[in-house]
């Protein structure tokens, strides 16, 4: 029988599976009920329920975002709450459409119960990225400081 992972473990290895982007993995972390919250998502869903609807968000988010991701700047804090911690990174993001190159701050409240994720909090920079991608044309000159 194999040793149950701690919520720092499983963090770590949803980050590197991210940044290697094995994206097609990462739903094995999850619980088969786990809710993922995207707290500052510009447009919906907010809120995906189950293992299943996470993995196809996995493989929409594979296919559709041409962005390469290296986490930098992680920091893990454990909570008085065992199964509960609390996680901040930059991504150094690469955006293969535009070439251009950027960091994305994030922080990740996650819940892991018996080395799964049962609930993770997200907040990260979706509007670096809609910027770099060329969505937000008007933002752009602001990002890059023109």
Known sequence: MSETLSPREVFTK?????????????????????????????????????????????????????????PVNVVIRETDDPEVIVNEWDYQVHHRATERNFRAAN???????????????????HLALAVAGGNLPQLVEALEGK
């Open 14 to 70: 949803l980050l590197e599976g991210i940044g290697a982007g094995r994206f097609a993995e990462l739903a094995d972390l999850y619980a088969e009920d786990a809710v993922v919250e995207i707290a500052f998502a510009p447009v919906g869903p907010h809120r995906f329920e189950g293992r299943a609807v996470i993995e196809e968000r996995f493989m929409e988010l594979a296919t559709s975002v041409p962005v390469e991701l290296t």
């Open 107 to 125: 922080i990740q409240v996650l819940r892991v119960r018996d080395g799964l994720i049962v609930s993770s909090r997200d907040f990260h920079d």
